[in-house]
């Protein structure tokens, strides 16, 4: 080999898009369109290149380094869960517990309103993010979105809604709590 020419090595990663779910790539933005809904992302980046062809997304970096790498299989990870998405949604189920008092949780007009936690007069609300399906059933409540992003943050908003500062959580348990991610039990 000459002195000053040296092969260059490319990273690359190939995703294949399942039957059912429709892909779309415009610019460096994937929107991505299944039975459950449709999801977006933004993966413009320096390093990373992202191009779809014959129900494959392919992502590539030039540069071979541990920077480039995390990034494509970050970004792999992220693809899958768009694809995920599209295909049979992200469900995340809260439960109510409430020791002291009786709480009584509602949704109405894209917000979730919390009322009498821990014996307050005025009820904690939050508005809901676009996107996320949010229903009360008894003592559990039901987050769906087509988008992991949007329901994981939706349910920990709701967690951090009924949280109390300076209060003994050994003591004082009321609130609500994530039991379950995307059918996974939380213990």
């Given at each position: 080999?000459?002195?000053?020419?040296?092969k260059?090595?490319?990273?690359?990663s190939?995703?294949?898009?399942?039957?059912?779910?429709?892909?779309?790539l415009?610019?460096?933005?994937?929107?991505?369109?299944?039975?459950?809904?449709?999801?977006?992302?933004?993966?413009?980046?320096k390093?990373?290149s992202?191009?779809y062809?014959?129900?494959?997304?392919?992502?590539?970096?030039?540069?071979?380094?541990?920077?480039?790498?995390?990034?494509?299989?970050?970004?792999?990870?992220?693809?899958?869960?768009?694809?995920?998405?599209?295909l049979?949604?992200?469900?995340?189920?809260?439960k109510?517990?409430?020791?002291?008092?009786p709480?009584n949780?509602?949704?109405?007009?894209?917000?979730?309103?919390?009322?009498?936690?821990?014996?307050?007069?005025i009820?904690?609300?939050?508005?809901?993010?676009?996107?996320?399906?949010?229903?009360?059933?008894?003592?559990?409540?039901v987050v769906?979105?087509?988008?992991?992003?949007?329901?994981?943050?939706?349910?920990?908003d709701?967690?951090?809604?009924?949280?109390?500062?300076?209060?003994?959580?050994r003591?004082?348990?009321?609130?609500?709590?994530?039991?379950?991610?995307d059918?996974?039990?939380?213990?």
């Amino acid at each position: 080999m000459a002195e000053g020419k040296t092969k260059r090595k490319v990273l690359s990663s190939k995703i294949t898009i399942p039957k059912g779910v429709e892909a779309k790539l415009d610019k460096a933005i994937l929107i991505l369109k299944g039975a459950k809904g449709e999801v977006k992302r933004d993966f413009s980046d320096k390093k990373i290149s992202i191009s779809y062809a014959e129900n494959e997304i392919i992502l590539k970096a030039v540069k071979f380094d541990k920077v480039s790498k995390k990034l494509i299989k970050s970004y792999a990870a992220h693809i899958k869960n768009m694809i995920g998405g599209s295909l049979g949604g992200h469900k995340y189920t809260l439960k109510i517990c409430s020791g002291h008092f009786p709480m009584n949780v509602s949704t109405s007009n894209n917000q979730l309103i919390v009322k009498n936690f821990l014996g307050e007069k005025i009820p904690r609300t939050l508005n809901l993010k676009e996107g996320a399906a949010v229903k009360v059933e008894g003592d559990l409540i039901v987050v769906e979105s087509s988008s992991k992003e949007i329901a994981g943050q939706v349910s920990a908003d709701i967690e951090q809604l009924t949280k109390r500062a300076g209060y003994d959580g050994r003591v004082f348990q009321d609130g609500c709590y994530i039991i379950s991610k995307d059918g996974k039990e939380i213990k």
